[in-house]
């Protein structure tokens, strides 16, 4: 998905005619702490809450303030991870969105982006979810995989996270299974260290149930 698939409809830029206050008053009603102050079509730049607070006369208009704003923005045509990579690393709870002209189109939110991924088909569908950790030289998706679909299981969605000052990472895996059984056990004879499993509450239920009646059919043998 690219970023101007996912700008809001909903979230007005400032002008440098509003006020400290009518942009506070904004931000807690669409529950952010970041806003775009924007002329026409050109972005200024980002004001926050603190920004606002360190203000001395906050009833005055922004233009009449000395600010000094960030100018975080993604290009229209960026994939969404980019948005969430840049987002993130400045902790920010927008990020603006323009045109390769640098014309101003609106703004992408982290509720937004947090919806986007809570719908993505790997995290929607019933399974379990995996986490390994390793030494980032003996990362191998190709193996992973194998592993995985050598035991009758597919890999929906995979992702790697490194530890700071250290070459070790963690790859998390979300499967289309819910027993975990027998892949955790063939990950172990491949010398992986398995350092979680997980499952929803739901699938775990099922998986207990499914067990549960094998066993009453085994004793009805």
Partial sequence: MLAKEMISDVIPPLKTSDTGLTALNWM????????????DKEFLGLISENDIYDLNIPEEPLGNHQLSLLRPYVIEHQ????????LSRLQLSLMPVLDVNKNYLGVITQMELLHYFADL??????GGIIVLE???????????S???????????AAYVTTHPNTTKIEVTLKLNVTDLTSI?????????TVSGAF????DE?????DRLNFLFKYLDI
Avoid: C, W
């Fill in 134 to 144: 390793m030494n980032s030289n003996n990362y191998s998706l190709t193996q992973i």
């Fill in 121 to 126: 088909s790997a995290f929607k569908n019933p």
């Fill in 205 to 209: 239920s099922d998986l207990l149930n």
């Fill in 28 to 39: 807690d009603v669409f529950k952010v702490s970041h806003l775009p102050i924007v002329n």
């Fill in 199 to 202: 499952l929803r509450q739901d």
């Fill in 79 to 86: 994939h969404i991870f980019e948005v969430m990579e840049v």
């Fill in 184 to 192: 955790k056990q063939t990950f172990n004879r491949y010398n992986y």
């Fill in 146 to 156: 194998q592993i995985v679909e050598g035991n009758n299981a597919k890999i929906l």
